[in-house]
Antibody, heavy 121, light 106 residues
Framework: EVQLVQSGAEVKKPGESLRISCQGS????????ISWVRQMPGKGLECMGR????????EYSPSFQGHVTISADKSISTAYLQWSSLKASDTAIYYC??????????????WGRGTVVTVSS | DIQMTQSPSTLSASVGDRVTITCRAS??????LAWYQQKPGKAPKLLIY???NLESGVPARFSGSGSGTEFTLTISSLQPDDLAIYYC????????FGQGTKVEIK
């Protein structure tokens, strides 16, 4: 089955670090970009950036550049989203998504179930 | 950056009604537009791609049209299962989503 499996919900304190994951299976992981999408409570969808797992080249949305780090380990078909110092405003659901066409800005035909991140003191 | 604006933000309609959601792009995106449905507590689900192509498995009551800067998603006969938020997304240049349209059942 073609799927993206995301890591479980996290509860963190401000200032803590965090890495969440997204593992692809059932397809050639290195052929398709992975994008991360944020959904803040009660809000819409925002693309944070994308990674090409074949060479780990990354493109960040300007709003997220410098605030998060996207990475991937192609040996285990997994992409990551990482924070070094969380803020309360990072509380959100984070989805990973795959464009329908290899290495292209294309619509997303495959989504993970989302990882809920709660940052609270 | 390309901005996407949806209208209305919320709509309330009865079962069986024809429902139309509009999405406008800040510049031409040709037909590089997708529509997604997000039900409460779930990930978005692709409905329409390239403005008017129905994704496999999506009910035929959903349809999309438009090109350039103006697009519409139509539900020909609203069903209770259609309670959701609908998002448009351009993929002409990077990715941008509209702010969403919440569809409520009267």
């Amino acid at each position: 089955e073609v799927q993206l499996v995301q890591s479980g919900a996290e509860v963190k304190k401000p200032g803590e670090s965090l890495r969440i994951s997204c593992q692809g299976s059932g397809y050639s992981f290195t052929s398709y970009w992975i994008s991360w999408v944020r959904q803040m409570p009660g809000k819409g969808l925002e693309c944070m950036g994308r990674i090409d797992p074949s060479d780990s080249s990354i493109e960040y949305s300007p709003s997220f550049q410098g605030h998060v780090t996207i990475s991937a380990d192609k040996s285990i078909s997994t992409a990551y989203l990482q924070w070094s110092s969380l803020k309360a405003s990072d509380t959100a659901i984070y989805y990973c998504a795959r464009p329908a066409r290899p290495t292209s800005y294309w619509y997303f035909d495959l989504w993970g179930r989302g990882t809920v991140v709660t940052v609270s003191s | 950056d390309i901005q996407m604006t949806q209208s209305p933000s919320t709509l309330s309609a009865s079962v069986g009604d024809r429902v139309t959601i509009t999405c406008r792009a800040s510049q031409s995106i040709s037909s590089w537009l997708a529509w997604y449905q997000q039900k409460p507590g779930k990930a978005p689900k692709l409905l329409i791609y390239k403005a008017s192509n129905l994704e496999s498995g999506v009910p035929a009551r959903f349809s999309g049209s438009g090109s350039g800067t103006e697009f519409t998603l139509t539900i020909s006969s609203l069903q209770p299962d259609d309670l959701a938020i609908y998002y448009c997304q351009q993929y002409n240049s990077y990715w941008t989503f509209g702010q969403g349209t919440k569809v409520e059942i009267k």
